[in-house]
C-alpha cells in the first residue's frame, strides 16, 4: 500500500484534492479533523494541553476551544510551536491506527491531508509527497468563505503560513488548484506516474 503525503498553506484547496482522490477509492485522512477529534475525546492529548495552556482554552464540558487556542497561537510563534510539539505525536498516532485499517481492508494507497506534513516527520512515513497550491488570493476568498473569519485574522493565519517554495522544493509533484487549472488530470498523470492507474 502506497501513503500519499497531501500537502500546502491553509486555502490551496487540499480537501478539494482529496475528494477527487475518493473517486479513484483512495481515501484520505484529514489530520485537520483527527485534531479535533482528539481537542474532544482525547484524555492524553487534553491532558497535556491542560499543562501546558491551563484550563482557560477548554470549553465547560470538557473540549478544547479552538476559538480561545487559536487566539493564543496564532499571535506568538513560540506557543503555536510548543501547540505543534504537543499534538503532532498524537496526530501521528492516529494516523499510523487509520493507516494500519486501510492495509487491513487490502486498500493499494492512501492520501494524509496534512498541512504540516514536514513538521510534524510524517513527510517519512509517505512513498511520495505532493504539494497543493493555490494564487494568494484565491487562498483568502477560500479561507474567508470557509472558517468565517475577519480579514485580520486571515492575515494573521497567513503571516504564520509558509510560502510556497516550502511545500514544493521538498514534495515530489506540484499540484496547481486555482479553479480554472484542471485538478483531475493532474492527479491522473500522478496516479499513473506512481502505477496506481
Not at 86 to 92: A, M, R, T, Y
Not at 134 to 139: E, T
Not at 163 to 179: H, M, P, Q, V, W
Amino acid at each position: 500500500m502506497k501513503i500519499i503525503g497531501l500537502t500546502g498553506a491553509s486555502g490551496s484547496g487540499k480537501g478539494y484534492v482529496s475528494a477527487i482522490f475518493s473517486k479513484y477509492a483512495i481515501t484520505s485522512i484529514d489530520t485537520d479533523k483527527v485534531v479535533h477529534a482528539l481537542y474532544k475525546k482525547d484524555d492524553e492529548c487534553k491532558k497535556e494541553l491542560r499543562e501546558t495552556f491551563g484550563e482557560g482554552i477548554f470549553n465547560p464540558y470538557g473540549s478544547v476551544c479552538r476559538t480561545r487556542l487559536r487566539k493564543i497561537v496564532f499571535s506568538d510563534a513560540e506557543k503555536l510551536k510548543t501547540l505543534n510539539s504537543v499534538v503532532h505525536k498524537h496526530v501521528i498516532r492516529k494516523c499510523e491506527e487509520k493507516i494500519a485499517q486501510a492495509r487491513k481492508k487490502g486498500k493499494a494507497a492512501i492520501v494524509i491531508d496534512a498541512p504540516l506534513l514536514y513538521e510534524a516527520g510524517m513527510d517519512k512515513i509517505c512513498d511520495f509527497v505532493i504539494a497543493v497550491v493555490a494564487d494568494i488570493d484565491i487562498r483568502r476568498e477560500r479561507i474567508a468563505a470557509r472558517d468565517n473569519i475577519s480579514e485580520s485574522d486571515i492575515e494573521k493565519r497567513m503571516q504564520n503560513q509558509k510560502d510556497d517554495s516550502f511545500f514544493t522544493e521538498k514534495a515530489d509533484y506540484t499540484l496547481i488548484n486555482n479553479g480554472e487549472t484542471d485538478v483531475t488530470s493532474q492527479i491522473e498523470n500522478i496516479l499513473a506516474s506512481e502505477g496506481l492507474l
